[in-house]
């Protein structure tokens, strides 16, 4: 009998992260009794519909199923938050990268998350702080 890797997005077969289950509640847009308390991971691959699936396999959540876009499944979509606490979109980080100095994007950022403003585990779909994303995003579009 084989066993089933319980990391494993059952559909695009890529390794999922580890999300709570008040990140899923919070985010899926169906009834809150299709979630079971069971352990679910957040599959970031971009082109996968899959959100969350659950680590025993009985569930699945797709991104139509999401109260908000993810910016790992459209990393391109200028629009879409990057940051769902402070409401910061890919296109105003880009836009910001090409400024001097402290980045005025990553300074809001830090200042929420110093005065406890931020909900990352309720707001955003992987679960976790942006503030790495928003770095990543920053890196790669300065001049």
């Known amino acids: 009998m084989s066993q089933t890797n319980l990391e494993i997005c059952p559909r695009c077969n890529m390794k999922g992260q580890s999300v709570d289950n008040a990140t899923v509640k919070s985010l899926i847009g169906v009834s809150l009794h299709r979630v079971n ?3 679910h991971r957040f599959c970031v691959t971009s082109d996968c519909p899959v959100a969350y699936f659950a680590e025993d396999d009985s569930e699945i959540f797709y991104t139509h199923e999401l109260r908000e876009r993810i910016y790992q499944k459209e990393p391109d979509t200028e629009d879409i938050l990057v940051c769902y606490c402070f409401f910061h ?6 836009a910001s990268a090409d400024l001097e100095g402290e980045n005025s994007i990553i300074q809001d950022i830090k200042v929420g998350i110093q005065k406890g403003k931020c909900a990352c585990d309720w707001r955003n779909p992987q679960g976790k702080c942006c503030l790495g994303n928003v770095i990543e ?7």
Do not use: A, F, P
Not at 89 to 94: C, N, P, S
């Open 37 to 39: 308390d069971i352990r």
């Open 89 to 94: 979109t890919l296109g105003d980080i880009k």
């Open 137 to 143: 995003i920053v890196k790669n579009n300065t001049s």
